[in-house]
């Protein structure tokens, strides 16, 4: 048969207890709860750390940039969908970066296939990734022309090893995650920074879990050290839709000339852009929101048992590690029927056995709700 393939690998997929399905989210008013099949949980698999999906002021934003604007860029940027309101958006991120350049991309993973695409021009690109970096960074990479070396998770000394081995390559690049999707930990930035200093390479950092969360101002990692290329996701703590890249005037120069993935799509929303400029303005000078997710991360880890696998972050991310997937799932539905939504995080988004649940600790959480969660999960896992 034609494709065969299809039914034998999904039925496999069961086999192994990775089948995944999409479940519908009907809530109508998004926050802290979500509703399933008419039920509803407290949702604790939501990257909307901030709590500002739905924010009133960001919503009322949206609308005056659809009026303003209109919905739909209607063509690339490169033709005519290149807006007032991208370009605002962009200055805006500039400085809240301290940055020369920002550069609007439809999503984190194509912002990301299009940074490893550009420079891993050539073989005389040699990439350096942390080995846990996200799956578009990794498809990113081999995809494009450059030679690229794994180096072990948050290894400084292996990384400086692989890059003194290294010293007549003329173009390489280490690129991280500021901190890590699965299981919240951060990069060790101002090292990272260092070697790529000592080394003469670029530091390339993907902000998709640090951006509004880490820093003072919620900047992400560049709070710690002068990353050379910052990429970030508008779709998590942001709260709206897309990506951005931070970088020098000459990278950004030659991505708007030949980034195939900048060029050949549709601008972002101009709406969304307006929308996003709200956000980051609320994300700024809330910090009352990044507060409240260290307090309330506090006060879970206080209150789980002792014989439950934590690892220990300052995120928003908190995985519970409990190794084999069908375990994972068991206990999962456990939650579920108490009212927790945390989906099970299984390979291959993590290693073999090291099946997860991946808890995001939000600022439109309360004290009420983390003391329900560690509860929940005490009596599940024990
Ligand atoms: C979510 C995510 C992305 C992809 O971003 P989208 O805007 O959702 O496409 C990229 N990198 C990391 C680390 C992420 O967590």
Redesign the pocket.
């Known amino acids: 048969m034609t494709f065969d393939f299809i039914r034998t690998d999904v039925k496999e997929q069961k086999i192994k207890s990775r089948y995944r399905q999409l479940v519908c989210n009907n809530t109508t008013n998004q926050g802290k709860e979500i509703v399933i099949k008419g039920k509803s949980y407290l949702n604790f698999s939501s990257?909307d750390y901030l709590g500002l999906n739905n924010h009133s002021e960001i919503n009322k934003a949206l609308q005056e940039g659809a009026d303003k604007f209109g919905t739909c860029a209607s063509s690339s940027s490169l033709v005519t969908g290149y807006h007032y309101a991208h370009q605002a958006l962009e200055d805006d991120i500039c400085q809240w970066l301290n940055k020369p350049k920002c550069l609007l991309?439809?999503?984190?993973?194509?912002?990301?296939l299009a940074i490893f695409h550009a420079l891993g021009k050539s073989k005389q690109s040699h990439f350096y990734l942390d080995k846990l970096?996200?799956?578009?960074?990794i498809d990113g990479a081999y995809q494009s022309n450059a030679k690229v070396r794994r180096f072990n998770h948050n290894d400084i000394e292996q990384l400086t090893t692989l890059l003194s081995s290294a010293t007549t390559i003329p173009d390489k690049l280490i690129a991280s995650?500021g901190?890590?999707?699965m299981d919240g930990c951060q990069a060790k930035v101002k090292a990272l920074a260092q070697v790529a200093k000592d080394q003469e390479a670029w530091l390339y950092l993907?902000?998709?879990?640090s951006i509004g969360v880490i820093g003072d101002k919620g900047e992400g990692s560049n709070s710690f050290a002068d990353i050379d290329i910052t990429?970030a996701?508008?779709?998590?703590a942001i709260g709206t839709?897309?990506?951005f890249l931070t970088c020098n005037e000459d990278l950004h120069e030659y991505l708007v000339n030949f980034s195939r993935h900048y060029i050949y799509s549709t601008a972002i929303s101009p709406a969304i852009a307006w929308a996003t400029k709200k956000s980051i303005e609320l994300i700024q000078k809330e910090h009352w929101r990044r507060e409240k997710i260290s307090e309330l991360s506090e006060l879970f880890t206080v209150l789980l048992s002792p014989d439950v696998e934590l690892v220990t972050t300052q995120s928003s991310i908190h995985a519970i590690i409990i190794g084999d997937e069908k375990k994972a799932l068991l206990i999962s539905d456990k939650l579920k029927k108490q009212g927790v939504w945390l989906t099970a995080i299984r390979p291959p988004t993590v290693a073999v056995n090291s099946s997860r649940l991946r808890v995001t600790i939000c600022a439109s959480h309360n004290t009420q709700d983390i003391r329900y969660l560690a509860e929940s999960i005490n009596k599940a896992i024990a």
């Not at 996701?233 to 998590?236: D, F, R, W």
């Open positions: 990257n991309f439809s999503s984190g993973f194509s912002a990301n970096s996200h799956a578009s960074m995650e901190v890590f999707s993907d902000d998709a879990h990429m996701t508008l779709g998590k839709s897309g990506a």
